[in-house]
């Protein structure tokens, strides 16, 4: 998909979420972060220590009469997004102990099927001026597929392990507020209450979408989620009932520089390469039938059979099945797990699928 295509199909939309997203077609977007009001209740002015008032949410979208009229408001954008979203993509919503319980109900009770709770970790919180409760370090963000028959949901996981410094990325995210030249101001005040950081609006549209995809906002606030779409190369459409908001979230996307380079863009995946059966390891003499195999600290060991399966002392079949079985386990990566002897040193036999896999490239 070219530039040109990606901003002919991004738009920033000033309306009520319900009835815009009510005049999307149903199956047509890949991704939707959705940031909804948090229903706080606040019941009056928040002071510092030295009586100085707390700039916290106090806004008319933030306000529902009571919790039956924030449940009907969750269920009935919820309903449209799952109506919009494709079969294999996902939603996140964040949300914090105000909400997001309320939200979960309604996911489950709609369809959606929860694939994670992940929690954002704030680096620098909001201190708890009154002392009277744990200072709320953190918000919860849920991650759904649209329903438990999606299995082919996009998630990058090889990429946010290498985010992660060569480790499984975990469920809780240690990242600050957005705060310095990120913040947007107006007359030096803040632009907007509740300005979500690029870093954490970033990574969600890096682990679960592509280029080229299309990203839904239908609370899009100062623009965070368009902005990031943008930055990364993919398609957006950013709902936003306030008139001033969405026009700073404009200004803001406009300013933001798109990569464009596909080798930048690029997200690595061993799970979206070619498959390669064990058998082609056999064809091209990288493995030998008879030869034997053992997992790296060589406690368990297994003979190649000419027709690519495995054979131990207790058990046979696939490369994967037999590791598992010799470990008492419920899976095993079968690639990872076996190595061979090659003068003197242990190789695993991923090195050779990964040689493999080369010349089905070229």
Not at 218 to 227: I, K, Q, W, Y
Not at 264 to 272: P, S, T, Y
Request: glycine share 8%; aromatic share 10%; net charge neutral.
């Amino acid at each position: 998909m070219t530039i040109d295509e990606i901003k002919a199909d991004s738009k920033i939309v000033n309306g009520d979420c319900v009835e815009e997203l009510a005049g999307l077609p149903a199956d047509s977007v890949d991704l939707i972060f959705a940031d909804p009001p948090y229903n706080l209740q606040l019941s009056g002015e928040l002071l510092r220590p030295n009586n100085t008032k707390v700039d916290g949410v106090d806004n008319d979208w933030d306000q529902f009469d009571d919790f039956a009229a924030y449940d009907a408001f969750t269920r009935a954008w919820l309903a449209e997004c799952r109506r919009v979203l494709k079969p294999e993509g996902s939603l996140w919503v964040i949300g914090s102990y105000h909400n997001i319980f309320r939200v979960g109900t309604a996911l489950q009770d709609l369809g959606f099927w929860v694939l994670n709770d992940v929690i954002w970790r704030k680096t620098n919180p909001m201190p708890n001026f009154r002392g009277r409760r744990f200072t709320n370090a953190h918000e919860t963000m849920i991650w759904c597929s649209k329903s438990q028959a999606s299995k082919r949901y996009t998630f990058n996981y090889d990429a946010m392990k290498s985010m992660n410094e060569g480790l499984q990325m975990r469920s809780d995210w240690l990242l600050p507020l957005c705060t310095g030249s990120e913040r947007l101001k107006v007359d030096g005040q803040k632009a907007h209450p509740t300005q979500k950081p690029e870093s954490l609006v970033s990574r969600i549209i890096l682990s679960t979408s592509r280029p080229g995809d299309l990203v839904l906002d239908p609370f899009l606030g100062s623009g965070t989620t368009a902005a990031m779409s943008k930055r990364f190369s993919r398609r957006f459409i950013g709902i936003e009932r306030d008139a001033g908001y969405a026009e700073l979230a404009r200004k803001r996307v406009e300013a933001i520089e798109q990569l464009t380079d596909p080798e930048v863009l690029q997200i690595e995946g061993r799970r979206a390469a070619p498959r390669v059966p064990f058998g082609s390891l056999l064809d091209r003499g990288l493995v030998r039938p008879g030869e034997l195999m053992f997992d790296a600290r060589r406690r368990w060991y297994a003979k190649i059979r000419a027709d690519g399966t495995l054979i131990s002392d207790k058990v046979k079949g696939s490369i994967h099945s037999v590791g598992a079985a010799l470990q008492g386990a419920p899976a095993c990566n079968g690639w990872t797990f076996w190595h061979v002897d090659r003068k003197g040193s242990t190789v695993p036999i991923d090195v050779f699928r990964e040689k493999v896999r080369a010349e089905m490239a070229n």
